[in-house]
């Protein structure tokens, strides 16, 4: 496991070497694995003083996971997350890697980092996040977002839940994606626009009224009644059809990289 001092000297050789943004957070988001989760945590070093300020009874790990604190060893020497090591929760953590990269996010809980959307380029479904680009990843529970974590790329995600580990961004409970802004260049970056929302059977309104009116301009089939507004078998058919012929991935759900292809002057064919 990498100590803070030599994590500290690796990013400042990658930063030297000209290293882009998405390649440095990958490269330090690996780094760091192993690391510990402390809730409230934002990189400070962990020690058993920084723990202890942000002692409180409903989060009893910061003590029981602290040999220290907790009575069992007198100093750090046997612990298992190692001496000098920064320490983090899972929002904190996506914080302190945008800001190697001089990038940096509003918001004191993921659920407000989400909500703010002039942290973001680009956000969206898990299902529409291009899959080569580096992206916070978060977990919706009803109107909240209980849980973020990085994607590198390729599906891997790099997350600080019981510490520093690695994930898969087709596990159970990852659901949205977000570009965060200054990441990428925009002209690389899908343009859908984020105001229209992401579209599935069952669904009515103008959205889908929109959606069928661009599918029959384009000479799919909707259905006998046309753009009447009701996601239905046949709405769902013709999206399917138009994802295949597109290139994308075949799931019948209209969401940003459907509709950057079904409106091209808002993404690039």
């Given amino acids: 496991m990498n100590n803070c001092h030599e994590v500290d000297e690796m990013i400042g050789s990658w930063k030297a070497s000209g290293l882009s943004a998405p390649d440095l957070i990958r490269n330090t988001a690996r780094a760091c694995l192993g690391w510990p989760y402390v809730f409230g945590a934002w990189g400070e070093v962990c020690t058993p003083s920084s723990r202890g300020r942000r002692k409180r009874a409903d989060h009893p790990t910061i003590v029981s996971k602290c040999p220290v604190l907790s009575g069992k ?35 004191a809980g993921a659920t407000s980092q989400w909500n703010n959307d002039a942290n973001w380029a680009l956000k969206g479904e898990k299902q529409d996040l291009p899959p080569s680009m580096v992206a916070c990843v978060f977990m919706k529970v009803g109107s909240k977002m209980n849980h973020t ?26 659901t949205h994606f977000a570009v965060p802004k200054g990441l990428y260049p925009a002209d690389i970056l899908p343009e859908a626009p984020v105001r229209r929302p992401t579209l599935r059977k069952g669904a009515k309104g103008d959205a889908v009224k929109e959606l069928q009116e661009r599918l029959l301009a384009l000479g799919y089939d909707v259905g006998k009644t046309g753009a009447d507004g009701i996601f239905g078998k046949k709405t769902l058919a013709a ?13 019948g759900i209209c969401g940003i990289l459907t509709w950057a292809k079904l409106i091209p002057e808002n993404g690039k064919e």
């Fill in 239 to 251: 999206v399917k059809a138009f994802q295949r012929d597109r290139g994308l991935k075949e799931d």
């Fill in 149 to 174: 974590g990085m994607h590198l790329g390729g599906g891997e995600i790099v997350h600080c839940a019981s510490g520093v580990q690695t994930g898969k961004l087709s596990a159970k409970g990852w």
């Fill in 73 to 107: 060893a007198s100093s750090c020497g046997k612990c298992a997350w190692g001496i000098g090591v920064r320490m983090y929760d899972c929002r904190g953590f996506t914080r302190w890697l945008l800001q190697q990269a001089g990038l940096d996010l509003k918001g």
